[in-house]
């Protein structure tokens, strides 16, 4: 089981940038899949959610209204548009999964670090 996200990098404040997380190694239908960050030093932070199988999205207040989780089943991927970014913003982003009712994410890929400059 794998899940391989990409898309991280160095971008000004006010810019954007798309995550991606690849999915593989299982059928992830019971799954929701979300995106989770952590800046050095502090706890995770859980960013935003979408299930794989229904429409539904979460995302933690800071975010609403400037990130966007979204995902293509036929390709195994799950996204994450970044828009408006702030120095707030920066830190190390990970994709991850869990089963549906499952609090806690059990499924987590290698982190992609996005450094927001200010």
């Known amino acids: 089981v794998q899940l391989q996200a990409s898309g991280g990098g160095l971008v000004q404040a006010g810019g954007s940038l798309k995550l991606s997380c690849a999915a593989s190694?299982?059928?992830?239908?019971?799954?929701?899949m979300g995106w989770v960050r952590q800046v050095p030093g502090k706890e995770r932070e859980h960013v935003a959610t979408?299930?794989?199988?229904?429409?539904?999205?979460w995302y933690v207040d800071s975010v609403k209204g400037r990130f966007t989780i979204s995902k293509d089943t036929r390709k195994n991927m799950v996204f994450l548009q970044m828009n408006s970014l702030t120095s707030e913003d920066t830190a190390v982003y990970y994709c991850?999964?869990?089963?549906?009712?499952?609090?806690?994410?059990?499924?987590w890929g290698q982190g992609t670090l996005v450094t927001v400059s200010s």
């Open positions: 979408i299930p794989w199988s229904g429409n539904w999205k």
């Open positions: 991850a999964a869990k089963r549906r009712g499952e609090h806690e994410f059990e499924i």
């Open positions: 190694g299982r059928a992830f239908s019971l799954y929701n």
